[in-house]
């Protein structure tokens, strides 16, 4: 029988959608055959430009680094795990629920200097969209999409009609309903960003969706209060480290690695019959490790 083949797509990148790579990697022994997307951001470095604007030039840059970033994670914790560049701004339509002076600066989270090692030719990407497709095409079981991030490459992918006919169970954070745990907004990130790519694959999906909202995967039962917690608990120091920063530049009161969630819900769907999981309810959870522990978190 074919091996199932998963696809992971990511948003461009924030902490925990390199932890849900990872994890994905560590424990979906089920998934023999894994890549990862990685979808951009639309950049603008004045910060008081208006949401809607972006620099192209600049969005590339930062696409690629976060890929990179991606690339270098995923090899630091043992994996070789192909990733590709997704649809780029432009291409995808993508927009942004955070004002840019909110944003992030991604080069500050380059704590590897994952960047100048694909610059420089140390670290390659698979490839863009155009060459995950061609790799999809060859191989052969069901494919299960984890969607960590906008829904604007599996899109691209569901109008392939050879891939379409293969499109198995998918797991998702971030819901068609409303959220109180949703930041700047009370709409999933994940579909706000390109709402008419999510719509399409919401009335076009042939296969059972399963969707986590981030009243769950953001709350406080399976949420750490800084960095150093989590390493008491013992999460892998990578994670560990980013997070540290990623306190200290937007002073986030509580840290959450919320896409990891995805990687426990494929987990469960695909050895427990597709039963829907319940997440932090279900799982009698006493801490936030014991919990990221069962999700399979990559751990040290």
Request: charge should be positive; proline fraction near 6%.
């Amino acid at each position: 029988m074919p091996e199932p083949v998963g696809v992971i797509c990511a948003d461009g990148v924030s902490i925990d959608n390199l932890s849900a790579a990872i994890a994905a990697a560590h424990t979906l022994s089920i998934i023999r055959e894994l890549i990862v997307i990685v979808s951009p951001r639309p950049v603008n470095r004045d910060p008081d430009a208006p949401i809607t604007s972006y620099d192209a030039a600049e969005s590339h840059r930062v696409h690629l680094l976060n890929a990179a970033r991606m690339v270098g994670a995923l090899r630091r914790a043992g994996y070789r795990t192909p990733v590709y560049l997704g649809l780029s701004v432009a291409e995808a339509g993508l927009t942004t629920t955070i004002p840019h002076h909110r944003h992030v600066d991604e080069r500050r989270y380059d704590l590897h200097g994952d960047y100048p090692k694909l610059i420089g030719g140390q670290l390659k990407l698979a490839g863009r969209l155009e060459d995950a497709i061609a790799y999809l095409k060859r191989t052969k079981g069901p494919i299960h999409p984890m969607m960590c991030g906008p829904y604007t490459d599996l899109s691209a992918i569901m109008q392939v009609p050879d891939l379409y006919r293969r499109l198995g169970v998918l797991a998702g954070q971030g819901t068609f309903g409303l959220s109180k745990r949703t930041m700047f907004g009370n709409e999933a990130f994940n579909i706000a960003v390109a709402r008419p790519a999510a719509l399409a694959v919401r009335e076009r999906y042939p296969s059972s969706m399963h969707l986590i909202s981030s009243d769950e995967t953001r709350h406080p039962q399976v949420s750490f209060s800084n960095a150093l917690e989590m390493a008491n608990w013992g999460i892998c120091r990578e994670i560990v480290d980013l997070y540290g920063v990623h306190q200290q530049q937007t002073g986030q009161p509580q840290l959450s690695i919320h896409d990891s969630h995805v990687i426990f819900m494929m987990n469960q769907l695909l050895r427990r019959g597709r039963k829907v999981p319940r997440l932090h309810t279900e799982a009698k959870v006493t801490n936030p490790a014991s919990y990221y522990r069962m999700v399979g978190t990559y751990l040290s």
